[in-house]
């Protein structure tokens, strides 16, 4: 894992007790959408979770899913309960064998990591799962300077781009199906 990511991984840790006075505009979108998602969903299923914070909205009501190419640190069972899959996206793709027809599946800072091919067969086979719910917030190269390894996310599968926050540096990739 690169330099950053394992220093942005770190200080996420830290942020499950007090996330809700904590929360950045960039990661709002989830708590905008929490209230707002289609009564089917049943499942979220996060891509790149590293810490997990960004479940913290949906515990409770949803069964939850963290995928991360990292071990990560689980938080505390009451803050979130979920079932982690360690899997590097880039490498083996999305290998999880379940129907995602009632899923929402999300990202933050995630997908930016994979280049554009591998994002493009990720998302195809997501959807040939089932999926039609993707809430998927990643930097934008026009407007950030994060120092990743970032690759174009543009005209993602024909995924409405949004801007939701202002002073928000990053964009969500949306496609909700009511
Ligand atoms: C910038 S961090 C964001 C972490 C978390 N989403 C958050 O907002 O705190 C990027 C995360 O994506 C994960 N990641 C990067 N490339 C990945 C890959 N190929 N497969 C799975 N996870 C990956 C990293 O391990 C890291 O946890």
């Known amino acids: 894992m690169k330099k950053n990511q394992d220093t942005f991984y770190k200080s996420s840790l830290s ?3 007090d996330y809700y006075a904590y929360v950045p505009f960039s990661e709002k979108v989830f708590l905008d959408f929490k209230e707002n998602l289609p009564t089917y969903i049943n499942t979220i299923i996060y891509f790149g979770c590293g810490g997990c914070r960004n479940l913290i909205p949906f515990n409770g009501k949803y069964n939850l899913i963290g995928i991360d190419q990292v ?3 689980i938080p505390p069972k009451e803050l979130i309960n979920f079932t982690y899959y360690k899997m590097d996206l880039a490498i083996e793709g999305f290998t999880l064998d379940i129907d995602l027809t009632n899923s929402l599946c999300i990202s933050h800072g995630c997908f930016m990591y994979i280049e554009q ?3 493009i067969n990720i998302i195809t086979d997501l959807k040939n799962k089932g999926c ?3 809430l998927l917030q990643e930097y934008d190269n026009e407007i950030s300077d994060y120092p990743g390894d970032y690759y174009p996310f543009e005209n993602f599968h024909k995924f409405e781009k949004c801007m ?3 002073n928000n ?3 969500t990739w949306k496609q909700i199906t009511y």
Request: proline share 6%; no cysteine.
């Open 169 to 171: 540096i990053m964009h």
């Open 132 to 134: 039609k719910n993707f």
């Open 117 to 119: 091919h591998q994002q």
């Open 164 to 166: 939701y926050h202002p």
């Open 71 to 73: 071990d990560i640190v």
């Open 15 to 17: 942020r499950w007790h």
